[in-house]
């Protein structure tokens, strides 16, 4: 959430005081005496983070000269003490990871390359080099937060009234790296709030093998990233209407090759096609995995520092099927950049890039369907105000619309959405955040036309939550956020960070939200 916050420091003093000159333009509404405030009911469900949740996951080492030392240090090993090293390893590590002994194994394919190529080594050296070059990674050794709610695919074997939900949370651990992590609960036909108990056990997805490029749309990507020109033609030529990685690499490779004299520039744009592909990738969990088991940790160089406020949306299409969308920030220490997720089932997950002008900033958040033929996202692109888009692809947003300033003074220094729209008969309720003075984060909300969401038809003048003084205190101090609610009948339910330390919800009645609006 707060990968490039600061970035609002680089805004010039001349826009600056136009914006200043734009809000103070604006008339404010006089209070109505009627309105009342939204009852908002805080409950005591609160998820922290837990250091026992553990990922094993490759350790890397800066150089392979390292790499080649420690292997040679392994081989000089007698047998006996190989297997009395691998015996204390599994003792101690291999309750804590399921399917141990295979992860040990794949590490170890990755460092044979180091090795001697003579000689034939026992199953127990190898599974011990395995773990020299594996560790723990304690993912939510310091927040779990920034929550976003959807309702759960399965809905079968539930009394009536309840539903069932998905919890996406921001994780974050060692050097601050942020992934994406999950938990299940449900709702009862009077709003109470059940959390199911996580396994013990974390695990990452595996890489799906030869997923295929669409040329088409891989096409109009590179012409989006300014990469389209005689070399990419050339590298894209040979390839059919879809193509795995692996084929593109070696169609790159050969127009490299065929180069006359290749320069640092075509040596560039072969890196930057090749980087493109690598974003654009699909994974795929174990099938008898359980949910709260499930880790989407960074993978790519835009990720290296973090997957980032995932904004999840069940998205209904015009034939009636449903997909579960988010929008996350990609971080890598020093750009941010605004990406896509896409999955049917929580088990297998497309990384995909978005493309467009209107790609910047952060904090999208896409509706839940198209809107008059066209889909729409909400999005931030000057630091400090809220702006709607629309594209025919939802890969692609090239035009943005100015929808709402900061107006009131607890949302003076910026505005962004808490998530995606919400569609109710009055229209669409958009839970957003406010920040004021001291940088206090605030949770609001306004409404939006259903027809036409480029029109404000309600707006709450005060917040709906304030942090408290039990949620003010946190890693990042005075603090409240989320990433996406939901609607159980006429429940809002909110889930909500509490200064990027830890999650817990609130509840509030529809209609008192509408009423509060002016």
């Avoid at 035009?399 to 229209?427: D, H, K, M, V, Y």
């Avoid at 005075?478 to 909500?496: E, I, Q």
Wanted: net charge negative.
């Amino acid at each position: 959430m707060r990968g490039a916050r600061q970035a609002a420091n680089d805004l010039t003093e001349l826009q600056l005081l136009q914006n200043a000159v734009n809000v103070f333009d604006r008339p404010h509404s006089q209070p109505d005496c009627q309105m009342k405030a939204a009852k908002v009911k805080r409950t005591k469900v609160t998820l922290h983070p837990d250091r026992t949740r553990v990922l094993i996951r490759p350790f890397l080492l800066p150089d392979d000269q390292r790499s080649v030392q420690i292997c040679e240090r392994v081989m000089a090993l007698p047998e006996s003490e190989v297997h009395a090293l691998l015996e204390q390893v599994l003792a101690e590590f291999g309750e804590r990871h399921l399917k141990i002994r295979e992860f040990l194994r794949r590490r170890f394919e990755r460092v044979r390359s180091g090795l001697p190529a003579d000689g034939k080594l026992s199953e127990e050296r190898e599974l011990l080099l395995g773990a020299y070059f594996s560790h723990e990674y304690s993912l939510e050794a310091a927040a779990l937060f920034n929550p976003s709610i959807v309702a759960h695919p399965d809905q079968s074997d539930l009394p009536d009234g309840s539903l069932r939900f998905i919890l996406s949370l921001r994780a974050t651990g060692e050097g601050h790296i942020s992934s994406i992590t999950f938990r299940t609960g449900f709702l009862d036909a009077h709003g109470n709030i059940t959390i199911n108990t996580p396994t013990r056990y974390c695990l990452e997805p595996t890489q799906v093998p030869n997923a295929s490029y669409e040329k088409r749309l891989f096409e109009r990507k590179l012409q989006e990233l300014g990469l389209a020109g005689d070399f990419s033609q050339q590298a894209l030529q040979g390839l059919g209407d879809a193509f795995t990685l692996e084929e593109l690499r070696a169609s790159v490779s050969l127009a490299v090759k065929q180069l006359q004299s290749p320069n640092q520039e075509t040596a560039t744009a072969a890196r930057k096609i090749l980087i493109l592909a690598q974003s654009n990738y699909e994974v795929q969990f174990a099938p008898e995995s359980r949910l709260s088991e499930r880790v989407l940790f960074p993978v790519t160089p835009s990720q290296s520092n973090g997957i980032e406020d995932a904004r999840f949306v069940r998205f209904e299409h015009d034939d009636g099927t449903r997909t579960f969308y988010a929008t996350y920030t990609a971080y890598d220490g020093r750009l941010i950049l605004p990406q896509f997720l896409e999955t049917p089932d929580f088990l297998h997950f497309k990384f995909i890039t978005l493309n467009g002008l209107a790609v910047q900033n952060k904090g999208m958040a896409l509706f839940p369907r198209k809107i008059n033929g066209h889909y729409a996202m909400l999005g931030r692109q000057d630091y400090e105000s809220i702006y709607v888009m629309f594209s025919d692809h939802l890969h692609f947003w090239q035009t943005s619309r100015l929808l709402l300033n900061p107006r009131f003074p607890w949302e003076f220094i910026q505005l962004g959405n808490c998530g995606s729209p919400i569609e109710t008969e009055a229209g669409w309720l958009v839970l957003s955040h406010g920040v004021g003075a001291m940088r206090k984060y605030c949770i609001g909300a306004f409404l939006l036309d259903r027809d036409d969401p480029t029109k404000v038809i309600g707006r709450l003048r005060e917040p709906l939550i304030k942090p408290n003084e039990n949620e003010r205190e946190g890693y990042v101090p005075n603090v409240v956020y989320s990433c996406g609610s939901l609607l159980h009948g006429d429940l809002l339910v909110l889930p909500y960070a509490m200064s990027d330390s830890a999650t817990t919800f609130a509840t509030v009645r529809l209609q008192d939200v509408l009423a509060a609006m002016e």
